[in-house]
């Protein structure tokens, strides 16, 4: 039996819908923090179990059964290294024998301040013994995309990611390398560095707004201090928020999302979702 934490999540419903595809759905179970959003996995045809991070117990008691575990790494920055190590620990207690967990690129190096709580989860991860494959997702190309409207409406892409190259991938290909290694055979032990296949530019993803809408949308680079100001002033974030995405822009001017190894395409065996594709869906 395969369970997947944050199921009702973005990513773990589209992990959801990967694995019906790829094994009975009976074998398949989505776990989720608030009984209120069980039904959004109830209505894929997979059984939801309640678990929530900060209740160690009913991890435990979702995982009866369970042989494969897909942890979705919290959406709760800050608070995930102690949550991550709780269903580390319900694991191991429940005898899973294969953990998956979405960490981020290169989170052994990385410079971003998101990477830290992912290099202690892996670190736990190996401390606690059970067989684990590890899938070190880049970003989102929907954390880009879902500002396109805005782009047009507009005339300007802001951030502060300089020339820095992105390999991007949509969540529908993180879903389905997910999906891949809990239902394959000779992943356990692996670390994949999964990106996408294009590496662009914000400018380039300026230009393929202003492209496909038809309107002038120009890329507007700023330091790492503007752009906060500007996420929190104009954006309205709020400052934690805010400081993470600026910290994460001024790291991927230096690099910090770029991935030319094309390990996700060959591991889902297609090629990744492209810029120009995700730009359409999000117009
Ligand atoms: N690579 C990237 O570009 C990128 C971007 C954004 C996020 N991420 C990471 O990837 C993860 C998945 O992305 P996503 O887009 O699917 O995020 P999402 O839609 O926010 O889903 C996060 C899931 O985690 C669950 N969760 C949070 N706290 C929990 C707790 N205490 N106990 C149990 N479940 C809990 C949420 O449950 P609720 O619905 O109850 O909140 C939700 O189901 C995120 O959580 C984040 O760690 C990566």
Redesign the pocket.
């Given at each position: 039996m395969i369970a997947v934490?944050?199921?009702?999540?973005?990513?773990?419903?589209?992990v959801l819908k990967a694995l019906q595809a790829k094994t009975p759905e009976e074998t398949i179970v989505g776990?989720?923090?608030?009984q209120k959003?069980e039904e959004v996995v109830t209505s894929l045809g997979v059984e939801a179990r309640h678990?929530?991070?900060?209740?160690p117990a009913t991890?435990r008691d979702a995982l009866i059964g369970v042989t494969k575990l897909l942890l979705?790494?919290?959406?709760?920055?800050g608070?995930?290294a102690s949550?991550h190590k709780a269903v580390i620990n319900a694991a191991k207690d429940s005898g899973v024998e294969l953990l998956v967990y979405?960490s981020?690129?290169r989170a052994d190096t990385s410079p971003m301040i998101?990477a830290q709580e992912h290099k202690e989860t892996e670190q736990m991860i190996k401390d606690s013994g059970i067989q684990a494959v590890i899938l070190r997702?880049?970003?989102?190309t929907?954390?880009y995309t879902q500002g396109a409207a805005t782009a047009v409406a507009t005339g300007a892409v802001v951030g502060a990611a300089g020339e820095g190259r992105l390999n991007?991938a949509s969540?529908v290909d993180?879903a389905e390398a997910a999906a891949v290694v809990l239902t394959t055979q000779g992943h356990a032990g692996k670390t994949y560095e999964l990106a996408g296949d294009e590496a662009y530019t914000l400018a380039d993803f300026a230009a393929e707004i202003a492209r496909q809408s038809g309107k002038p949308v120009q890329y507007q680079n700023q330091s790492k201090e503007s752009y906060l100001e500007f996420l929190t002033t104009v954006a309205g974030l709020p400052q934690p928020f805010a400081e993470i995405l600026a910290d994460s822009d001024a790291c991927a001017a230096e690099g910090a999302l770029a991935d030319s190894s094309k390990t996700l395409s060959k591991l889902i065996d297609r090629p990744a979702t492209s810029l120009a594709e995700s730009i359409s869906a999000s117009l």
């Open positions: 934490t944050g199921a009702n999540g973005q990513l773990g419903q589209l776990l989720v923090r608030q959003n678990a929530d991070y900060n209740q991890v979705i790494s919290s959406s709760e920055v608070s995930r949550q979405t981020l690129l998101l997702n880049g970003w989102y929907e954390n991007t969540r993180y």
